[in-house]
Antibody
Framework: EVQLLESGGGLVQPGESLKLSCAASGFTFTNYAMTWVRQAPGKGLEWVST????????YYADSVKGRFTISRDNSKNTLYLQVNSLRAEDTAVYYC?????????????WGQGTLVTVSS | QSVLTQPPSASGTPGQRVTISCSGSSSNIGSNYVYWYQQLPGTAPKLLIFRNNQRPSRVPDRFSGSKSGTSASLAISGLRSEDEADYYCTAWDDSLSGQVFGGGTKLTVL
């Protein structure tokens, strides 16, 4: 059974940093691209970043480019998102998701989300 | 402003058929697969349709997807009260080198 479990969220002040993690199980992790999607309170889904199975290719939304870094440790079946220089508008639930097959688009497996709150 | 355009709301009565549209461009819907998600309050999105018109085995056949050119649509037949939720379309965008979402459609079952 595929499982994705995010952790690392919390309450931080503007300008601070966090490292989000997503522990994956139930599939061959290295074979799939992985994605972070966020959802601000009361708002829609926003794609944040995608990383290829090998980790050699990364993609970022303009809103986070230069501040967020996606990475993965295939030996630990874990996806990461380093979030720096946090702003109030980064407040959201952050979901990790497994890609559909060989595509870079999210498929049917998402974690439950981890809440990041940026506030002074 | 979302790259993919969805109506903000839709409604129907039980048993009715409703359709939700998703409009994009040649760089996203026009050249890549479309996916549809259902989201209930406080929960993670649930995949309804993948690769334009494929349905996961656990999703009832009341849900169907289609794509034509740079637009896609999600149809729900035999509407039920439990279908009341937010619905999102998404696709990869080759020009942006990223995944794009529609703004979401809130479906109300009257």
């Amino acid at each position: 059974e595929v499982q994705l479990l995010e952790s690392g969220g919390g309450l931080v002040q503007p300008g601070e940093s966090l490292k989000l993690s997503c522990a994956a199980s139930g599939f061959t992790f290295t074979n799939y691209a992985m994605t972070w999607v966020r959802q601000a309170p009361g708002k829609g889904l926003e794609w944040v970043s995608t990383i290829s199975g090998s980790g050699g290719h990364t993609y970022y939304a303009d809103s986070v480019k230069g501040r967020f870094t996606i990475s993965r440790d295939n030996s630990k079946n874990t996806l990461y998102l380093q979030v720096n220089s946090l702003r109030a508008e980064d407040t959201a639930v952050y979901y990790c998701a497994k890609a559909d097959g060989a595509t870079t688009t999210t498929g049917g497996y998402w974690g439950q989300g981890t809440l990041v709150t940026v506030s002074s | 402003q979302s790259v993919l355009t969805q109506p903000p709301s839709a409604s129907g009565t039980p048993g009715q058929r409703v359709t939700i549209s998703c409009s994009g461009s040649s760089s996203n819907i026009g050249s890549n697969y479309v996916y549809w998600y259902q989201q209930l309050p406080g929960t993670a999105p649930k995949l309804l349709i993948f690769r334009n018109n494929q349905r996961p085995s656990r999703v009832p056949d009341r849900f169907s997807g289609s794509k034509s050119g740079t637009s896609a649509s999600l149809a729900i037949s035999g509407l039920r009260s439990e279908d009341e939720a937010d619905y999102y379309c998404t696709a990869w965008d080759d020009s942006l080198s990223g995944q794009v979402f529609g703004g979401g459609t809130k479906l109300t079952v009257l």
